[in-house]
């Protein structure tokens, strides 16, 4: 199917904000001018603590939850609070995951408010 619009590129490059600088990178690239360099997310090579992870089939230290909740109580005020908070995340990261997750849609934000801030 070919699109009626005519552009002077062939198609549009996906980009992505560069979280250290701002500026649009091409999606593919691994880097940026800047040297900051992209975490890939997806296919990545899984690191020590993942395995560790996996072989431990996904149980978690009961010290590190205990410290984790401790944590969370402690930004967000209570248990209730917290809640709230893990519910709104999980909703935000489900909205967000078309254009790849929390980290990417918070950059971008971040550039649009820095973009419309004056
Ligand atoms: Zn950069």
Do not use: W, Y
Not at 33 to 55: I, L, M, Q, R, Y
Not at 89 to 114: C, E, T, Y
């Amino acid at each position: 199917m070919a699109k009626a619009k005519a552009t002077t590129k062939k198609r549009s490059a996906p980009m992505k904000p560069c979280p250290a600088c701002g500026k649009m990178v091409h999606a593919r690239k691994t880097a940026c001018d800047c040297g900051h360099t992209f975490v890939k997310k997806e296919n990545g090579t899984p690191s020590a603590s993942a395995k560790k992870k996996a072989a431990s089939g996904g149980k978690h230290d009961a010290a590190e939850m205990v410290s984790v909740v401790k944590k969370l109580v402690e930004t967000f005020g209570t248990l209730d609070h917290s809640i709230t908070a893990l519910q709104n995340a999980q909703k935000a990261s489900q909205l967000v995951s078309p254009i790849g997750g929390v980290d990417d849609a918070l950059s971008l934000l971040q550039s649009l408010r820095d973009a419309t801030a004056s």
